[in-house]
T-cell receptor, first 109, second 117 residues
Framework: SQQGEEDPQALSIQEGENATMNCSYK?????LQWYRQNSGRGLVHLIL?????REKHSGRLRVTLDTSKKSSSLLITASRAADTASYFC?????????FGDGTTLTVKP | NAGVTQTPKFQVLKTGQSMTLQCAQD?????MSWYRQDPGMGLRLIHY???????DQGEVPNGYNVSRSTTEDFPLRLLSAAPSQTSVYFC????????????????FGDGTRLSIL
């Protein structure tokens, strides 16, 4: 069964707006990672947050983790057309990664 | 630095045929894994390896075999292809297994798009 579930499934915004995606999971984890997938390509790592961390920043990306609610969010600020892609969270425990079904983000110029 | 290389990029098979999907990495990573991605879904783990000579099953291993004779290579074999195995297959690698140490990203290949008729 899938450990991580993203919400929403699809998101369409205008360039310059912020995009927020959420990930929920069911069991305890060691780490949570966010990946991006452009159409027809493999996944590219964006950011890692460890279970003892609450917030991480990387450029225009902000990730939060709430282990009590078993949830994480990815915020992309000042979005660009080039941010159009699918975004996946991956929870890590016991030597395995489990991916959610992803959020498809469309940024309109 | 090539990273993770998957071949072929596309393949069409008939039901019952067998084939091997190749995966090679040049980063000296110990951990390698195979995933399949079906339309509109995330990745599901097929098999993984924590080092040469060591493999284990993931979430959806049936119909697939793997071996790890070297650190660099991790081929995935379809024994007798079925239409349900039509999917995009991704190979990934990382220095340590997910969740171990302080955590590190998995590096992905660009995938093999497999259609089984």
């Amino acid at each position: 069964s899938q450990q991580g579930e993203e919400d929403p499934q699809a998101l369409s915004i205008q360039e310059g707006e912020n995009a927020t995606m959420n990930c929920s999971y069911k069991t305890s984890i060691n780490n949570l990672q966010w990946y991006r997938q452009n159409s027809g390509r493999g996944l590219v790592h964006l950011i890692l947050i460890r279970s003892n961390e609450r917030e991480k920043h990387s450029g225009r990306l902000r990730v939060t983790l709430d282990t009590s609610k078993k949830s994480s969010s990815l915020l992309i600020t000042a979005s660009r057309a080039a941010d159009t892609a699918s975004y996946f969270c991956a929870t890590e425990r016991q030597g395995k990664s489990t991916f959610g079904d992803g959020t498809t983000l469309t940024v309109k110029p | 630095n090539a990273g993770v290389t998957q071949t072929p990029k596309f393949q069409v098979l008939k039901t019952g045929q067998s084939m091997t999907l190749q995966c090679a990495q040049d980063m000296n990573h110990e951990y390698m894994s195979w995933y399949r991605q079906d339309p509109g879904m995330g990745l599901r783990l097929i098999h993984y390896s924590v080092g040469a000579g060591i493999t284990d099953q993931g979430e959806v291993p049936n119909g697939y075999n793997v071996s790890r004779s070297t650190t660099e290579d991790f081929p995935l074999r379809l024994l007798s292809a079925a239409p349900s195995q039509t999917s995009v297959y991704f190979c990934a690698s990382s220095y340590l297994p997910p969740g171990q140490g302080r955590g590190q990203p998995q590096h992905f290949g660009d995938g093999t798009r497999l259609s089984i008729l």
